[in-house]
């Protein structure tokens, strides 16, 4: 077994809003066994206080990683989010502490665009409220503002993902396709892009957002966007609650301009199953409201909770930051024998130079060095061979003007 820096049993992790058991599992069978979970988000004040001496955090969406919290984090060295949105997290702070943000792209994207194909039929069929009428022991058959979705046309914006996964099957359902990114895009199947936001909210019978959270994205659709949209269509949102402005929804639905609407993200959510949820939108007609559950489903969470433990297993292992959102991407051969330094930086000419120093000036033998920079920080991994005092190099690298973390990762020195 390599002599660890610090020992894994000592390695404080903290899950928070129901993380899968397949993430504690994988954390397990690495030897990450000192693991605390809880059921919900915390509050700011709550969020400090756990993460007193806690090593890696796992988070989902909606878990808020401001600067004060990740300031006050002092032990914190990586994060896990069991999601695809990092929004909740500031990532510049996080990346200038030196703390990578991890994340899972992809597991829970088709379970997204398979809730969204299934109430675009809910919608255009207004199922929601006849359920709820039948439920009541009432009786409501009528046509009336019951629609095909074949040949409508579907408008979707950010067509990323989840969005041209959407394009499938929509088109599979017999429904026409336009889409408004702000990348060039590859259409696929018989899906055409619209130039502009307007000319698809003109021209689409269902609206359906999947766009990140941005300062471009935030309010992209507000009263004059509704205004803009067919009178009779219809709007889903399964990507985050900034993105519309929810008042003028409300009145847009009120007004029937829009018919019917499927939310599943809101400006605000409640942190927990025993919070109240609290919007204009609760009992408006058509509008079918789900609690953030657009990646709720076994097969995404057990997929993301195996996803995102490795990639903490890996940093913490090997000092690998493959698939970080924040931080420069280093991947990092499995050495067996040396010692292993890791050591990050604020992007200044001369760093890479100091550090050298450290290892020559003692002729040492360096085995290997991985380097990746992005515009602000600098990451890089040393491999050692020889006689080494790891701390007293770890207390040089430390010293050197610049350095935001640097530590002693392992040491498989026979
Ligand atoms: N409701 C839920 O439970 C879930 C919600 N989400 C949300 O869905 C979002 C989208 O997910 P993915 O499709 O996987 O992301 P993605 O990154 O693959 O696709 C997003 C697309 O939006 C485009 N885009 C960005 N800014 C835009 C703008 N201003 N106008 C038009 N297009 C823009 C991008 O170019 C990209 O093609 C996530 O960021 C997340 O917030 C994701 C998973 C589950
Ligand atoms: O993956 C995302 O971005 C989501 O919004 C899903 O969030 P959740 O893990 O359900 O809190």
Redesign the pocket.
Known sequence: MPKLSFPKEKISILLLEGIHDNAVADLADHGYANVTRLPKALDEQDLIEQLAGVHMLGIR?RSQLTEKVLREADKLMAIGCF???T?QVNLPVARRLGIPVFNA??S??R??AE?VMGEIIMLMRGIWDKSRIVHEGGWMKSAKDSYEIRGKVLGI????????QLSIIAEALGMRVRF????K?LALGNAQSCRT?DELLTLSDVVSL?????A??RN?IGPEQLKAMKKGSYLIN???GSIIDIDALADALKSRHVLGAAI??FPEEPAGDADEFVSPLRNLPNVILTP?????TIEAQANIGNEVARKLIEYSDNGSTMGAVNFPEVQLPVRESGVRFLHIHANVPGILRKLNEVFSSRGLNMAAQYLQTDPEIGYVVFDVDGEVDDQEILADIRAIDGTLRARVLYDRRA
């Open positions: 969406s999601c695809i949105g929004n792209p992809h829970n994207t379970s997204v809730l914006v950010g067509y990323g993902h989840i969005g041209t408004f990114d702000v990348q895009k936001l999947h766009v990140p959270d941005t471009q994205t992209m399964a990507a985050r599943d993200v953030h559950i657009g990646g709720s």
